[in-house]
Each structure stands twice: as structure tokens, then as C-alpha cells.
T-cell receptor
Framework: DAGVIQSPRHEVTEMGQEVTLRCKPI?????LFWYRQTMMRGLELLIY????????DSGMPEDRFSAKMPNASFSTLKIQPSEPRDSAVYFC????????????FGQGTRLTVV | GENVEQHPSTLSVQEGDSAVIKCTYS??????FPWYKQELGKRPQLIID?????GEKKDQRIAVTLNKTAKHFSLHITETQPEDSAVYFC???????????FGKGTHLIIQP
């Protein structure tokens, strides 16, 4: 398996534009997590899915953020409209069905909003 | 919610010496404590984890200890090598829920 795949690796966009980040989890993993990493706040859990269903979105910072998982092999994180303070590295991670097992991270998307 | 504190933020040790990183957590219901290593520009990768039913776990040069009463856990790296240089994150599951709360990270520097 190629691991968790995220795209794009880098995204530079202007303030106010819509940004969509994409993630393909490891096949057979039932849990998918979106994290955001910044120098100030570290790694923060934004939202997670179990069997494609959003379970906890309490970490999503604002209504400008939304996430979907239309099927077991694809998820998106959308920011609309984007703001400079959204600049961060966004990681997607997946894990197997059993609770509290290793989370495998993707390479991340470095987002810069200018 | 769960709060994880990690110390120190930067740790510099001589090659061959030991390094210890400490974390505390707030939610006594948390029962899974992984440690991740992140090299510059790379993804976080699990190096070791411990569950609340054990007090210590070892894997070659790396060990983790857990004190449930005090709600703290530590990472120990012995015989440090240059390739150990990275940022290390501790984490706790959020009161037993899915998903992790991470500490702010420790930048470990191995001096030659």
C-alpha cells in the first residue's frame, strides 16, 4: 500500500479564495482524521470520520471549514473563504477499525494564504 | 477536554547520551499514549505507544513509562545517534475517545 495520500503537497492561494484539500486513506482503514499543524498551536484535531460518517467536528475552527467523506477511499477538507490565518500544514491520517491503534499520517498539504 | 503538556520544548544532548522527554495529561479516562517522531518537512510517524494497562514498554533504544496516578508519561532514548534528531510529540486519546490530543513537541538535537 502506498500509505495515506494527500494532494496537493503545496497550495498558495489568495485571501477569499476557496481551497480544497484531498486525502486518500489506506485501504481497509475505517477511521480518517484531519489535523492542522502550526508553530503556535501545534497539531490539532479538526474532525474525524468512522466508516465515512463524521463523528466529531468540534475541532473545526469556523463555519468556513467543512469536510466530507463521500466514500471509503476519499475525503476532502474545504476552506471557503480562506484567510491568511488558515496558513498551516494540514495532515490527513487513517487507522484501522480497532480503537486506539496507530494513526498513519499522509505527507501533508502546506497551505499558504496571501 | 484533554490537555497534554510536554517538556522541554528543546533538548540538546551529546551523541551517545540519553534523552528524556516528559508529558502530562489531564483526563484520567485517557488510556492510549503514543509518541510520534517528525523529521523536518516530513510526516509524523509513530515510534512507540503504551496503553494504560501497562507501566512501561521498551523497543530497542526507546522506552516509554506511564504513571497513571500522576497522569504523566515519559519517553526515554538511550545511546542517542545523529538520526534521532527530530521533533518528538507525545499524545493522548481524548478521555478514551478516538483521535489524539498532542503535546506541543520537543525539538531533540543530537550534538556530535
Amino acid at each position: 500500500d502506498a500509505g495515506v495520500i494527500q494532494s496537493p503537497r503545496h497550495e498558495v492561494t489568495e485571501m477569499g479564495q476557496e481551497v480544497t484539500l484531498r486525502c486518500k486513506p489506506i485501504s481497509g482503514h475505517d477511521y480518517l482524521f484531519w489535523y492542522r499543524q502550526t508553530m503556535m498551536r501545534g497539531l490539532e484535531l479538526l474532525i474525524y470520520f468512522n466508516n465515512n460518517v463524521p463523528i466529531d467536528d468540534s475541532g473545526m475552527p469556523e463555519d468556513r471549514f467543512s469536510a466530507k467523506m463521500p466514500n471509503a477511499s476519499f475525503s476532502t477538507l474545504k476552506i471557503q473563504p480562506s484567510e491568511p490565518r488558515d496558513s498551516a500544514v494540514y495532515f490527513c491520517a487513517s487507522s484501522k477499525a480497532a480503537r486506539n491503534t496507530e494513526a498513519f499520517f499522509g505527507q501533508g498539504t502546506r497551505l499558504t494564504v496571501v | 477536554g484533554e490537555n497534554v503538556e510536554q517538556h522541554p520544548s528543546t533538548l540538546s544532548v551529546q551523541e551517545g547520551d540519553s534523552a528524556v522527554i516528559k508529558c502530562t495529561y489531564s483526563d484520567s479516562a485517557s488510556n492510549y499514549f503514543p509518541w510520534y517522531k517528525q523529521e523536518l518537512g516530513k510526516r509524523p510517524q509513530l515510534i512507540i505507544d503504551i496503553r494504560s494497562n501497562v507501566g512501561e514498554k521498551k523497543d530497542q533504544r526507546i522506552a516509554v513509562t506511564l504513571n497513571k496516578t500522576a497522569k504523566h508519561f515519559s519517553l526515554h532514548i538511550t545511546e542517542t545517534q545523529p538520526e534521532d534528531s527530530a521533533v518528538y510529540f507525545c499524545a493522548a486519546n481524548r478521555g478514551g475517545a478516538d483521535g489524539l490530543t498532542f503535546g506541543k513537541g520537543t525539538h531533540l538535537i543530537i550534538q556530535p
